[in-house]
């Protein structure tokens, strides 16, 4: 068995586990197994069995040879401090073999849609209008103005591929990767409202389009603006905002799928309210204890493409369980129970060699 050592720490990163620990499991020392993920050392194949087991992967997984990526440089700036790096690289791991899993199912599936493009817009060509950016964006997708009643779709329509994850800590919100050759692929945090969820969503689209390739020091400001108005364009929602109040911001939280104090930003971002009383009104939500839990939920929007591709692979080409966890390399990294709610694409069987 040929195995490529970063297969084995990318395993191990994406369970959590450090290396101390895991040869401790395996009953070797922690030099011997620095050497074995350096790939000083050929690792036996009893022991690769046993790492296999432990970490619950298909011994197949440690044989790939895929480009691996880091995080984006958006996601390590923006990222409190005290975050451990533990948890980023776990994040980092995951985010790598989605990748490897996507790749795979979509090499007997095609996605078909609405011919929808993913844009690459860089802020220069708008002349720093990242609002413009934004409602760009918006008419390439051909959404009408108002509310967005599902983001989710939207961008998973246009070619994307949205995962929500538990990433184990409420300090990270999401990160993305984009690559020549690949469906971009957002990832967000599915222990948050749907509210948040929705921003987060947004947020990481606007990396995606804006941030392709290029690094910018007020990228996070930049992806701010892009959620606001593409969420809450300034021209329709400016009229929603006048004499807005706590109960209204309630009101237009559902109408418009965002937070109460997302609503209370825009309508200060805009000019819609003054000073005073932006502050007035976040001290309110204070108050109140809604700045961690605010009244009225909006549903969590699932994301849909990755569950369908698998279930192409369950219906059209009658895999079992066992024999999708060998496309998969592992269930716990595997799909989710499939929604109810009708796929807004379709996917397809594709003949291949």
Do not use: C
């Not at 194949?45 to 970490?55: C, F, G, P, W, Y």
């Not at 985010?95 to 609405?114: F, G, K, P, T, Y």
């Not at 929603?240 to 009101?251: M, P, S, T, Y």
């Amino acid at each position: 068995m040929a195995i490529n050592p970063e297969m084995i720490v990318l395993a191990r990163e994406s369970r959590g586990w450090t290396q101390r620990e895991l040869a401790a499991e395996l009953g070797v020392s922690q030099a011997t197994w620095s050497k074995y993920e350096l790939g000083m050392l050929r690792i036996p194949d009893e022991i690769i069995a046993h790492v296999a087991t432990k970490l619950d992967y298909e011994p197949g997984f440690f044989e790939q040879t895929q480009t691996l990526v880091g995080l984006a440089g958006d996601f390590l700036y923006r990222k409190r401090a005290h975050v451990a790096a533990k948890i980023r690289r776990r994040v980092q791991a995951e985010v790598n073999i989605r990748r490897m899993q996507i790749e795979r199912l979509m090499r007997r599936a095609d996605i078909v849609r609405d011919d929808l493009p993913f844009p690459a817009i860089q802020p220069e060509e708008m002349d720093g209008r990242i609002d413009r950016i934004a409602q760009e964006v918006r008419k390439i997708w051909r959404i009408p103005q108002g509310p967005i009643r599902n983001v989710t779709a939207h961008i998973e329509n246009a070619g994307a591929i949205i995962f929500a994850v538990d990433f184990e800590t409420d300090l990270i919100d999401g990160t993305n990767v984009r690559r020549p050759g690949e469906p971009p692929m957002l990832f967000v945090n599915s222990k948050v409202p749907g509210d948040r969820h929705r921003f987060n969503l947004a947020h990481e689209l606007a990396h995606s389009v804006m941030h392709f390739g290029t690094a910018f020091d007020d990228a996070e400001y930049q992806a701010n603006q892009f959620a606001a108005e593409f969420l809450m364009p300034r021209t329709v929602i400016r009229s929603d905002l006048r004499n807005l109040d706590l109960a209204g911001a309630a009101q237009l939280k559902i109408v418009w799928g965002v937070s109460m104090a997302a609503i209370i930003m825009r309508a200060h971002d805009i000019g819609a309210i003054t000073e005073s009383v932006y502050r007035r009104l976040f001290t309110a939500l204070n108050a109140r204890g809604m700045r961690t839990r605010e009244p009225l939920e909006v549903p969590f929007e699932e994301p849909m493409v990755f569950d369908a591709l698998v279930k192409v692979h369950r219906d059209s080409f009658q895999m079992d369980d066992s024999q999708l966890r060998k496309v998969l390399f592992t269930d716990r990294l595997g799909p989710r129970p499939l929604s109810a709610t009708p796929l807004p694409m379709r996917i397809t069987p594709t003949l291949f060699n």
